[in-house]
């Protein structure tokens, strides 16, 4: 079965830092990676996904994630954090299992804060 | 909606009843998730649908928990007898057959007194 491991719980950065934030998966495969983000009291977005091909991945929001099968990490980045970019964000592993059966895992997530 | 729908957003209940949960796929998304969310828990996997196929309810915490689907669509999570720890915010998602990006609704959070 799949899993999903963000070791951070908590992330805080100033604005206008750097932002990297670890995921990592156990498949038996190669997955589909989902990175979600959720601001306060509102339901997931997408902010982007891998499934084959090249290994950085842009998503929306300045957001970008690089899969590195050796090290079965899909960690997100971005340059340059904005307030607005303070919320919680969960890396998801979406795998066939039997059947019909597509399982989408999600980690425990990390809360991102963001100081002026 | 072009969105995934769920109702209530908000349900406050007495510990010991039931209460069900709605949410409305996208039209002609087949498969549908319910996830809970508790604080610092993650999202929690409690049932899946898709199509006509015999659903998944490997998630779900205890016989209390029960979720149908009628006619590919709507679908209603229900929770008998609620307990404190059900108090959580329910999150409902559906994804279209070929697709594998799932769409979240705002959830539903339930808080039981």
């Known amino acids: 079965a799949q899993s999903v491991t963000q070791p951070d719980i908590h992330i805080t950065v100033s604005e206008g830092a750097s932002l990297e934030l670890r995921c990592n998966y156990s498949y038996g495969a190669t997955p589909y990676l989902f990175w979600y983000v959720q601001s306060p009291g509102q339901g997931l977005q997408l902010l982007l996904k891998y499934f084959s091909g090249d290994t950085l991945v842009q998503g929306i929001k300045g957001f970008e994630a690089e899969f590195k099968r050796s090290q079965s990490s899909f960690n997100l980045r971005k340059p340059s954090v904005h307030w607005s970019d303070a919320a919680e964000y969960f890396c998801a592993v979406g795998a066939l299992g039997g059947g019909s059966n597509y399982k989408l895992t999600f980690g425990k997530g990390t809360l991102l804060t963001v100081n002026p | 909606g072009a969105g995934v729908s769920q109702s209530p957003s908000n349900k406050v209940t007495e510990k010991g009843k039931d209460v069900e949960l709605r949410c409305d796929p996208i039209?002609?998304?087949?498969?549908l998730y319910w996830y809970r969310q508790s604080l610092g828990q993650g999202l929690e996997f409690l049932i899946y649908f898709q199509g006509n196929s015999a659903p998944d309810k490997s998630g779900l915490p205890s016989d209390r928990f029960s979720a149908e689907r009628t006619g590919g669509s709507v679908s209603t999570l229900t929770i008998q007898r609620t307990q404190q720890e059900d108090s959580a915010v329910y999150l409902c998602a559906s994804r279209p057959v070929q697709g594998t990006e799932a769409f979240f609704g705002q959830g539903t959070r339930l808080t039981v007194v």
């Open positions: 039209s002609g998304h087949t498969a």
